[in-house]
Structure formats: structure tokens, C-alpha cells
């Protein structure tokens, strides 16, 4: 029983570390675009100098190690390699549980007694590192608002600067003294006694951890420094420093999930990093290099030293059957929500688009015999944070040209954020427009509920609804090479305040002639909803490319009146080539 309860958990932390490892490369992140953004920014000398974050991770976990075997002595000794076996086991359970609960029990497997008291120990140790990021980003926060920040924030810098320094005041006070935490509102005797541990920590031994953790933060900024420089990222080094410090200083603040985490911190890289640098794709290259140096490779030595770890021996079925209970009930819990979550009826493999593509097309107006440019779109996917998750943004701009504004001026925003598995909207805008007609939408779907949140009261939402935005992103992943011709592919839409079940009725492929050459091309019509600028019915016609994008090259449409041609006459940051141009 023991034998086999001890493969079980080992089967389930070795599950629960690779999907965290596969989502976030394989599914939160474009792999593919990252491979060929490094491949492409560096040189041979370049790649030899990554021996250098590479060594300098080895000095960091022992820094960790070091400063918990510092700690862990108020209650027992142990070895610097046990103490190391420790930090790397305490990361591997760390990497996929929530706001990396797991470190802290992957610590304590380690310890032979007083695992409670080593709990409180390992807390200590992790709240040092988490006070020298709070001192660093603020201090950096504090020379970068007069010039670099003080755009973006509308409280004057002569109230913040001095919040600022009250802050730093407050956080080397609270470190201080927290061995001076008094214990005797604590209802329970037990937690009194377990915390009397508190009472052996000295200044002495809290500026150490603070030291350690100092040394920590400066390998790993210097990292992240040096990993920028290597992909092409230039700019001053001390405003590198100062936004790399905030940045970790943001990701301190927002609590996040294992699962989630890296989406949060390349969204919170490109926000700070992109005020230095418009090399957006290095910079989030560079934060998944960081994540995969000073987590991934650390996490698979930990798992090699769990799998030699006899969970049968730690927990006692005897002396804790609850506590032995509730850890297999914890790790199964972990390992079915990682199976829901993969299985979503709602997933999408993006292969079409990536983080940076910028598509401009110029919109054609027929009326009678006469072909007028009337304006031009531009559709743009970046990342954002929404709800304190990594999201795509997807935005469209459209606008008539000012020779056409004084016959019918267009100036129209949509934006849609988006989830990057299923690309469902979370948050949709609409901000137009058009001659005297203006409107501004913006609602929320909650799609477990069902429900999008609208100005107009709770509506109804269908399963995998999307809004205009999204469903073109949606559309472009649709794998039409197993369609027949005149088969139609359904899609739910959200539109003034309903859902409207529309479709795409594939026509097939054909080659088509525009001014940056031929293409062959994918042939679709979408079911349009009667009512708006487009007539109802199957009159929308659009070809995209026959090849990995999916671009929608051409749209052809007759409107309320006339006719409209839209072309794409401008790329940028396309995920694949253009396989399909002759």
C-alpha cells in the first residue's frame, strides 16, 4: 500500500510539472515565433555568452540554499547539499501550484523534525527576498517617475516620491521587527507555540537573509540584463536596471497562479521594457529565457531528488492520516483542474497569428461605376493583463481618408481582450464614429455564467461565444483542409446585445490578383446579420491566404448602398512566410 501510494504522488507531481512547463511554452506563449526570434537575434558569440545566466543560475539557488540552511539551524543542522536538495524539491512543487504554495512543502519533506516550525522558517527566508524586491522597486520607482513613468500615472511626483519613501520606511520597519511579532492574540495555543519560533531570530540574522536575498536579486536582474543585450535590446543600462527592478516589483504586488505566471511577467516586461526598446519580441523572449533558466532547468533537478524521496516514510498513516488524506486530495485536485482545463471544449491551436502582427488594409467604395479609396484599417495583436491574466489584444482601427471625410468621416476603435487558449473574449470595446452616428460599448463576458455584463443589464451568452474582433482570430485557426465544399463551420457572435448563431460556408480555393501580387487563397462566405452596414445572408465573400496565416487578403461585400473592396496593402510580424504568394 505504502509502495504504491508513494508512486501515485511522485506520477502526480511529475504530471502537474510538465503541463506547467507545456502551458506555458506550448500554449501561452508561440514556441515557434520565439525560436525564430532567438535564432534570428543571435550570433555565434552571442549564444557561447549564454554560458554566462546559465552559470550565474547555479549561484543563485545556492544563495537560496545557503540562506534556508542559515535559518533552519535555529531548530536543526543540516548539510548544504540536503539544504540545496530542499530548495530545488520546494521549486519543482512551487512551479505548479498556486502563488507557489508547494515550495514551501517541498522544503520541509526534507527535514527530519519540526516541520511545522521549519515552515515558519522557510516563510521568514522567502519574506527577505520578497522585502529586497519591494526596496529595489521602489527605490528604482522613485527616480523614474519625474521622467519615465509620469505619463502614465496622474498623481504629481511631488506626492508620490514622498509615499514613496514613507513605503521604504514602512517595509525596513515591518522586516525588523517581524521576529518581534507578538503572539498572544492568537486564539490558538498551538499556533502560539509553533510561532514562539520567532523569538530565536535576531537582527543579525535578518539582515543576513536580507544580504543573501540582495545577492539574489542582483544575479538575477544582471541576468535579465544581460539576456536583453544578447537578443538585439539596446539602451542605457541604468534605465534597464531601473525597469527591470520595477518589473519584478509589479510581480511582487500582483498575486498570481504557478500556471499563469509567466504570461504576467512577459506582459509586465514588453509594458516597461517597451518604453526603453521596440524590439517587443526579444524583450518577451528574453523573460521566457529568464523563466526557463531560473525555474525550468532548476525544477527538473528538484523533480530528480523527489523522485528519489519516500513520501511513505514522511507522512505516517498512523500519525496523520488527515494530513496524508488532504495532500493526496490536494495533488489529485491540481492534476483534475489541469485535465479541465486542457480538455475545454473551446480550445483553439493557434498556428495563424503571433504577438506584434500588424495588418493594414485599404477600404474600397463602388458606387455605380465608380471605385473610390475610401479609407484604410489596421488590425494589431499585442498582450495585455486583464484580471490579473496574460490575454491577446486585439485591436482594429478604421478611418476614412481626409479627402473622404467631408462626405462620410469614419473614425472607429475596436478592441477585444481576449483568452489565449480559447481567444473567447473577456472585454469587448466599441468605440464609433460614423457621420453623426456614435456609440460606445464596453461589456464583459463571463462565460462560465454565461452572462456578458452590457450598459443594457445581464444577456444571455451561448457556448464559445465571440465578438466581432475576436471571431476573426477565431476564424483564421479553423482548419479548412477537412472541409467539403459548401460545408459550413458554426460560429457563435455576440452583436448589439444578443448572440446570433452565424457560420462560415467554405467555397474552396482559388488563386486572386492584388496590387502585392497572387495568392492562393482559401474561399469563404460568413452568414451576416441583416440589420447592420453589410445586407443579411451569404453576400460577404473573403479569400485568405492557402498557407499557415490564414491572412484575409480580399473582402468583397455589397452594403446598404453601393458596394465595398477591402485589400491588404500593408504586413508586418506575420508568425510564418508567405507560402502561398507566386
Not at 295 to 323: D, E, M, Q, R
Not at 402 to 426: A, G, Q
Not at 444 to 452: Q, Y
Request: proline share 3%; glycine share 6%; net charge positive.
Amino acid at each position: 500500500m505504502r509502495s504504491r501510494l508513494n508512486i501515485v504522488i511522485k506520477i502526480l507531481i511529475l504530471i502537474g510539472l510538465f503541463y506547467a512547463i507545456y502551458n506555458q511554452l506550448f500554449v501561452n506563449n508561440d514556441i515557434n515565433q520565439l525560436l525564430q526570434t532567438f535564432f534570428g537575434n543571435v550570433n555565434p558569440l552571442n549564444i557561447a555568452l549564454l554560458v554566462v545566466p546559465l552559470l550565474l543560475v547555479v549561484i543563485n539557488w545556492s544563495l537560496e540554499a545557503s540562506k534556508w540552511k542559515y535559518l533552519i539551524k535555529k531548530r536543526q543542522n543540516i548539510s548544504f547539499l540536503n539544504a540545496l536538495k530542499a530548495t530545488l524539491s520546494g521549486l519543482t512543487l512551487g512551479l505548479f501550484t498556486p502563488n507557489r504554495i508547494g515550495e514551501y512543502g517541498g522544503r520541509v519533506l526534507f527535514l527530519k523534525k519540526d516541520k511545522i516550525n521549519g515552515f515558519i522558517l522557510t516563510t521568514i527566508g522567502s519574506y527577505s527576498q520578497v522585502t529586497i524586491t519591494l526596496i529595489a522597486g521602489l527605490i528604482a520607482l522613485f527616480f523614474a517617475l519625474p521622467k519615465d513613468l509620469n505619463s502614465f500615472i496622474d498623481i504629481p511626483v511631488y506626492i508620490l516620491q514622498p509615499a514613496i519613501i514613507f513605503l521604504l520606511g514602512i517595509v525596513f520597519l515591518v522586516y525588523f521587527n517581524i521576529h518581534k511579532m507578538p503572539t498572544s492574540w492568537i486564539p490558538w495555543k498551538i499556533a502560539q507555540k509553533h510561532l514562539s519560533i520567532l523569538n530565536l531570530i535576531r537582527f543579525k540574522d535578518l539582515f543576513i537573509a536580507l544580504l543573501l536575498s540582495l545577492f539574489r536579486f542582483t544575479i538575477y536582474t544582471a541576468q535579465f540584463l544581460l539576456l536583453l543585450y544578447l537578443l538585439g535590446s539596446e539602451f542605457p543600462i541604468l534605465k534597464g536596471l531601473m525597469m527591470i527592478s520595477i518589473i519584478f516589483l509589479a510581480q511582487t504586488i500582483i498575486p498570481t497562479i504557478a500556471l499563469a505566471e509567466l504570461g504576467i511577467r512577459g506582459n509586465l516586461s514588453i509594458f516597461f521594457l517597451g518604453m526603453l526598446t521596440d524590439n517587443i519580441l526579444a524583450i518577451l523572449l528574453a523573460s521566457t529565457l529568464l523563466w526557463i533558466i531560473n525555474l525550468v532547468i532548476p525544477s527538473l533537478a528538484g523533480l530528480f531528488f523527489i523522485w528519489k524521496h519516500n513520501f511513505s516514510k514522511t507522512f505516517s498513516l498512523k500519525a496523520f492520516p488527515s494530513l496524508k488524506r488532504a495532500f493526496l486530495l490536494g495533488l489529485i485536485i491540481i492534476v483534475g483542474f489541469i485535465s479541465a482545463e486542457a480538455q475545454s471544449d473551446c480550445s483553439i491551436k493557434n498556428t495563424a497569428f503571433n504577438i506584434g502582427e500588424e495588418l493594414t488594409y485599404k477600404v474600397n467604395y463602388n458606387w455605380g461605376m465608380i471605385w473610390i479609396g475610401a479609407g484604410e484599417v489596421t488590425f494589431k495583436v499585442n498582450t495585455a493583463i486583464y484580471d490579473k491574466k496574460s490575454v491577446f489584444h486585439f485591436t482594429g482601427i478604421g478611418q476614412t481618408y481626409p479627402n473622404y471625410d467631408w462626405f462620410f468621416k469614419v473614425r472607429d476603435r475596436y478592441e477585444s481582450y481576449s483568452n489565449r487558449e480559447t481567444l473567447l473574449p473577456y472585454r469587448f470595446i466599441r468605440d464609433v464614429k460614423e457621420g453623426s452616428y456614435e456609440i460606445l460599448r464596453d461589456m464583459t463576458f463571463d462565460h462560465k455564467a454565461k452572462k456578458a455584463h452590457t450598459d443594457k443589464g445581464d444577456k444571455d451568452l451561448a457556448e464559445c461565444t465571440y465578438d466581432v474582433v475576436s471571431v476573426i482570430y477565431k476564424s483564421r485557426n479553423i482548419d479548412f483542409s477537412k472541409c467539403k465544399v459548401d460545408e459550413v463551420i458554426p460560429i457563435n457572435i455576440f452583436l448589439d446585445y444578443q448572440v446570433y448563431p452565424i457560420y462560415i460556408r467554405y467555397k474552396g480555393k482559388e488563386t486572386i490578383k492584388t496590387k502585392l501580387g497572387k495568392f492562393d487563397c482559401i474561399k469563404f462566405k460568413p452568414l451576416l446579420v441583416d440589420g447592420t452596414l453589410f445586407e443579411g445572408g451569404e453576400n460577404m465573400t473573403v479569400w485568405v491566404t492557402d498557407d499557415a496565416n490564414k491572412i484575409p487578403i480580399r473582402v468583397e461585400s455589397p452594403i446598404i448602398v453601393g458596394s465595398i473592396k477591402v485589400d491588404l496593402i500593408s504586413y508586418d510580424n506575420l508568425r510564418s512566410d508567405f507560402t502561398s504568394k507566386h
